[in-house]
């Protein structure tokens, strides 16, 4: 795979188990300070949505305020056209550096993921299995100095809270491939959750966060 990593022989559990994310009741969950993280450089973030709501942005995963222009961030999160966007931002006026115009307010699960290389500021956001959106290259963040925590479903000032659905939230301090984000969405699609292995056994080299929810 494009790791370099051997994938073993998938172990396949009953798991019908996510976590529920209620915005009106400002819910969320802490995935850790940067020095537990030590997120230097590369990066990639992989989790399992599922939203019916078509109201305001509402951020998936996270590190930083959306809003905030003194501080500098990574959010992975739901726009308010039920797009999904990934910003990065160091100061200033806050970006949408990578979104999709296809919607996901249809209470179905999906996959998303996001990867950035530090070396070539190189941006990817995969949707199910696929690249999503261009690749955008060349980006500039302070996201090494960052000094936030990482939030799962709200950004850390709290704000932007989810509404719907959230599982199997990995992230990982190197950039996965095309062909690992292909394994991890043909192995869990339509069960996020059920394979037990995949992270640990599998794809668990550079592997600084894994919440099974």
């Known amino acids: 795979i494009g790791s370099g990593e051997v994938i073993p022989d998938l172990e396949l559990i009953s798991n019908d188990y996510a976590m529920e994310f209620d915005a009106a009741s400002s819910q969320y969950v802490s995935a850790g300070n940067p020095s537990e993280l030590q997120l230097t450089g590369d990066i990639s973030v992989s989790s399992w949505f599922k939203t019916s709501n078509s109201g305001s942005q509402m951020v998936i995963v996270g590190r930083g305020h959306i809003y905030s222009s003194s501080l500098s961030s990574w959010c992975l999160f739901r726009r308010t056209n039920n797009g999904i966007a990934v910003q990065l931002r160091s100061g200033g006026a806050y970006q949408y550096v990578l979104s999709t115009a296809t919607t996901y307010n249809d209470g179905k699960w999906h996959n998303v993921f996001f990867t950035r290389e530090k070396s070539s500021g190189n941006l990817k956001l995969y949707i199910d299995g696929a690249l999503a959106a261009p690749i955008t290259t060349g980006v500039t963040s302070a996201l090494d100095n960052e000094t936030q925590n990482t939030y799962i479903g709200a950004d850390t000032q709290p704000a932007e809270y989810f509404d719907g659905d959230i ?13 690992d984000v292909q394994t991890i969405y043909n192995s869990t699609n339509n069960n996020p959750g059920k394979c037990a ?14 919440n099974r929810m």
């Open 167 to 179: 599982d199997e939230v990995a992230i990982w301090n190197k950039v996965l491939e095309l062909e």
């Open 197 to 210: 292995n995949l992270f640990t056994g599998g794809l668990g080299s550079g592997l600084v966060y894994w």
